[in-house]
């Protein structure tokens, strides 16, 4: 089936410390890996996504990691800020168009 | 570009009454997603439209649920009857997509309560 687990679902670290969130998909056919975040009250936004043609992307301070072998991929953030603390989902695309999310990330950056 | 623009932003309504929920996607955007959010089952997508047409609805709970896109400006989620359970934030989202997945960009939810 189509289905994307993540982990942790909640996760704080000590500001200034980086922040690991891992998922895994079902469908070795997605080649499509978005990253949201997602404040309190507020829409989902974009924030990093890979394609998998490449294993690795980079934007300041966040990363993603793909292993397609393994069929898992994750988010870094290094020297967190306390404005990173918000819910961050993965999510995989199964087909052309369609995707699915994980459950959730509450990540919170402790002063 | 406005972005995605949803309504209601709030709505509560009491047990059995119909609810609809509208949704403007992106200018040029090719595909609209409906999505609900709770604390339980996270982000689920209901149905999305490529180009107008329904492609996938296996998310959409039960009959009592139903969604359309007259044309490429628009859409409704139309909820009738409602019930207590089905109290969540309903995002409608949208892409373009050519072959590939697109980004999709959310609007800012509907939120539904249902006494």
């Known amino acids: 089936g189509e289905n994307v687990e993540q982990h942790p679902s909640t996760l704080s670290v000590q500001e200034g410390d980086s922040a690991v969130i891992k998922c895994t998909y079902s469908d070795s056919a997605s080649n499509y890996f978005p990253w949201y975040k997602q404040e309190l009250g507020k829409r989902p936004q974009l924030i990093i996504d890979i394609r998998s043609n490449v294993g690795e992307k980079k934007d300041q301070r966040i990363a993603v990691t793909l292993n397609k072998t393994a069929k898992h991929f994750s988010l870094h953030i290094t020297e967190t800020q306390p404005e990173d603390s918000a819910v961050y989902f993965c999510?995989?695309?199964?087909?052309?168009?369609?995707?699915?999310f994980g459950t959730g990330t509450r990540l919170t950056i402790i002063p | 570009d406005a972005g995605v623009i949803q309504s209601p932003r709030h709505e509560v309504t009491e047990m059995g009454q119909e609810v609809t929920l509208r949704c403007k996607p992106i200018?040029?955007?090719?595909?609209l997603f409906w999505y609900r959010q709770t604390m339980m089952r996270g982000l689920e997508l209901l149905i999305y439209?490529?180009?107008?047409?329904?492609?996938?609805d296996s998310g959409m709970p039960e009959d009592r649920f139903s969604a359309k896109m007259p044309n490429a400006s628009f859409s409704t989620l139309k909820i009738q009857p409602s019930e207590p359970r089905d109290s969540a934030v309903y995002f409608c989202?949208?892409?373009?997509?050519?072959?590939?997945?697109?980004?999709?960009?959310f609007g800012e939810g509907s939120r539904l309560t249902v006494l």
């Open positions: 999510a995989a695309n199964f087909g052309n168009e369609k995707l699915t």
């Open positions: 200018s040029g955007h090719n595909s």
């Open positions: 989202a949208s892409s373009f997509s050519q072959g590939h997945t697109g980004e999709l960009f």
């Open positions: 439209f490529n180009n107008n047409v329904p492609i996938d």
